[in-house]
């Protein structure tokens, strides 16, 4: 009796040890279908969403659950069947972009002059691009008035409401196929009425509108959220003809550019109102019938490499220049800056304002500053690339 007594004391002792063990043992496989998860996904972020301004790819795995939100259903589809290969055992709770609250309304236009879109769902965010009037934009999700939208070059961001015209795939389609015009001064208004009294929007250059009645030397236009005004038929270019009329020529981008001479640097900029170094270049080539990435780190990764050694009598007129840090084995390179070359020595870009700057220590625009950080030349004139997307495309792709 006794012997069975204790016994039954050693076995009830160690049970608190043989419990640890057994969560110790479970919290290691935990801990490493964890890791092995995570390594996937991170595997599958390189492979389908390597720029996050451009695809959305935020997924964690944790505690058997695998959640965040991604705009990448297919990548989802391919790694949740990699899991299952493997007898991971987990619940699967990512949200796919767009969102189905959003309803058939996935669709939008810009729907004033300039719309300001930022990093975040706030007006205090920072400015990270903007659309021009006309512009048609993926919607991803809403945030109390704010949506997430990818514009037609890819980018990511916040949009207030108050700028975007919501619209279903159908309703896109036929506002496509309406006859349109393009803004083409640098700065103008919509009146009213035909005798200029009253305004209803602004206008840059680019802005896209449609037709509604024509007069002599007036156009009555819509704006895509549905009001009307009246521009002057000067200070517009039917969309057909002005597509035709695009070319990247030596002279028809120098003289887009220097149209621009003064503008103010804006951090996100990129329209007559305000600019960024790279938002510059950008708007130089969407007015000349090209829509390039928006950010001087994207740009660089386009069309071929003219120069790195400072050999400017390589360089033509619109050949890109990138300025930064160059990398070291311990650090990454870093672009930071981006303005186009206009010959004799000389280039153009936006840096408190923009500014003709010259690599001849002679010329009176001498930029030692730039010199000293330059980093290379691209060429994307007449060159294929695969993010660079002809302006014709834009009211037949997004």
Same mark, same amino acid.
């Given at each position: 009796?006794?012997?069975?007594?204790?016994?039954?004391?050693?076995?009830?002792?160690?049970?608190?040890?043989?419990?640890?063990?057994?969560?110790?043992?479970?919290?290691?496989?935990?801990?490493?279908?964890?890791?092995?998860?995570?390594?996937?996904?991170?595997?599958?972020?390189?492979?389908?969403?390597?720029?996050?301004?451009?695809?959305?790819?935020?997924?964690?795995? !944790?505690?058997? /659950?695998?959640?965040? #939100?991604?705009?990448?259903?297919?990548?989802? @589809? *391919? =790694?949740?069947?990699?899991?299952? +290969?493997?007898?991971?055992?987990?619940? !699967?709770?990512? /949200?796919?972009?767009? #969102?189905?609250?959003?309803?058939?309304?996935? @669709? *939008? =236009?810009?729907?004033?002059?300039? +719309?300001?879109?930022?990093?975040?769902?706030?007006?205090?965010?920072?400015?990270?691009?903007?659309?021009?009037?006309?512009?048609?934009?993926?919607?991803?999700?809403?945030?109390?008035?704010?949506?997430?939208?990818?514009?037609?070059?890819?980018?990511?961001?916040?949009?207030?409401?108050?700028?975007?015209?919501?619209?279903?795939?159908?309703?896109?389609?036929?506002?496509?196929?309406?006859?349109?015009?393009?803004?083409?001064?640098?700065?103008?208004?919509?009146?009213?009425?035909?005798?200029?009294?009253?305004?209803?929007?602004?206008?840059?250059?680019?802005?896209?509108?449609?037709?509604?009645?024509?007069?002599?030397?007036?156009?009555?236009?819509?704006?895509?959220?549905?009001?009307?005004?009246?521009?002057?038929?000067?200070?517009?270019?039917?969309?057909?003809?002005?597509?035709?009329?695009?070319?990247?020529?030596?002279?028809?981008?120098?003289?887009?550019?220097?149209?621009?001479?003064?503008?103010?640097?804006?951090?996100?900029?990129?329209?007559?109102?305000?600019?960024?170094?790279?938002?510059?270049?950008?708007?130089?080539?969407?007015?000349?019938?090209?829509?390039?990435?928006?950010?001087?780190?994207?740009?660089?990764?386009?069309?071929?490499?003219?120069?790195?050694?400072?050999?400017?009598?390589?360089?033509?007129?619109?050949?890109?220049?990138?300025?930064?840090?160059?990398?070291?084995?311990?650090?990454?390179?870093?672009?930071?800056?981006?303005?186009?070359?206009?010959?004799?020595?000389?280039?153009?870009?936006?840096?408190?304002?923009?500014?003709?700057?010259?690599?001849?220590?002679?010329?009176?625009?001498?930029?030692?500053?730039?010199?000293?950080?330059?980093?290379?030349?691209?060429?994307?004139?007449?060159?294929?690339?695969?993010?660079?997307?002809?302006?014709?495309?834009?009211?037949?792709?997004?």
């Amino acid at each position: 009796m006794v012997f069975f007594y204790f016994a039954l004391v050693m076995k009830i002792k160690y049970i608190p040890i043989l419990v640890s063990l057994f969560t110790i043992l479970i919290s290691c496989e935990s801990k490493t279908d964890n890791e092995e998860v995570n390594s996937l996904i991170e595997a599958k972020r390189a492979e389908v969403a390597p720029d996050k301004r451009v695809a959305l790819w935020d997924l964690t795995f !944790e505690n058997d /659950s695998l959640k965040g #939100e991604t705009d990448q259903p297919e990548a989802l @589809k *391919a =790694l949740i069947e990699e899991l299952n +290969a493997k007898q991971l055992s987990f619940t !699967e709770a990512v /949200s796919i972009l767009p #969102e189905a609250t959003l309803g058939d309304k996935i @669709k *939008a =236009l810009v729907t004033i002059s300039v +719309a300001n879109i930022r990093s975040n769902p706030k007006h205090s965010a920072e400015l990270a691009t903007q659309a021009l009037m006309g512009t048609p934009l993926n919607v991803l999700k809403e945030d109390d008035g704010w949506f997430l939208v990818q514009t037609p070059d890819g980018y990511l961001s916040w949009v207030d409401r108050a700028g975007i015209h919501l619209m279903t795939e159908e309703e896109l389609e036929r506002w496509f196929r309406e006859p349109k015009v393009v803004f083409t001064s640098l700065i103008g208004y919509v009146w009213k009425t035909e005798d200029q009294s009253e305004m209803v929007s602004d206008l840059v250059a680019g802005d896209i509108l449609t037709i509604s009645e024509e007069t002599k030397d007036q156009l009555k236009v819509n704006l895509p959220d549905g009001r009307q005004g009246w521009i002057s038929a000067s200070d517009a270019q039917d969309w057909e003809s002005w597509i035709a009329s695009r070319n990247t020529s030596p002279e028809a981008l120098i003289t887009t550019a220097k149209q621009m001479m003064g503008t103010p640097y804006l951090w996100g900029g990129t329209s007559i109102k305000g600019v960024d170094c790279s938002g510059f270049t950008k708007t130089i080539y969407y007015l000349n019938g090209q829509i390039i990435p928006r950010d001087a780190s994207q740009q660089i990764n386009e069309g071929e490499l003219v120069d790195a050694d400072k050999n400017w009598d390589k360089l033509q007129v619109g050949d890109l220049l990138f300025f930064g840090v160059k990398g070291t084995p311990e650090k990454k390179e870093r672009v930071v800056h981006v303005g186009m070359w206009i010959g004799n020595g000389e280039f153009i870009h936006s840096r408190g304002l923009v500014r003709i700057s010259s690599f001849d220590p002679e010329n009176p625009n001498y930029d030692e500053y730039e010199l000293g950080r330059y980093l290379r030349t691209k060429r994307i004139v007449n060159v294929p690339s695969e993010h660079v997307l002809s302006v014709s495309e834009l009211l037949t792709t997004n």
